[in-house]
């Protein structure tokens, strides 16, 4: 039982990194990439980014605050799987393939 706690809290606070790195990127992107890419404006992600780090920080994996950790996993990934390669192929110059 004492393992899974301790993997459990790995989660948490490894979750939280995954949140702060979301933000930080969010920072510092150029507010004009974010329309090129066609996606939400700077302020909102990084409140997004923001939000989502606070929560994964605040409540844990297990018990009662896992109702707002899940979703502010879910928005950080969705920075990070969706939006984030779009920045960077924006600010790349996009593909030229």
Not at 28 to 35: E, I, P
Not at 78 to 93: M, S, T
């Amino acid at each position: 039982m004492l393992v899974a706690i301790w993997i459990l809290e790995v989660i948490h606070w490894g979750s939280a990194l995954v949140g702060l790195f979301a933000f930080v990127h969010a920072l510092l992107q150029r507010a004009d990439a974010y329309s090129a890419a066609d996606r939400k404006t700077k302020p909102v992600w990084m409140l997004i980014t923001g939000g989502a780090t606070l929560a994964m920080a605040l409540f844990s994996v297990m018990g009662p605050g896992m109702i707002f950790w899940v979703p502010a996993m879910a928005a950080a990934l969705v920075y990070i799987v969706d939006v984030r390669p779009k920045l960077i192929e924006v600010q790349r110059g996009g593909s030229n393939w």
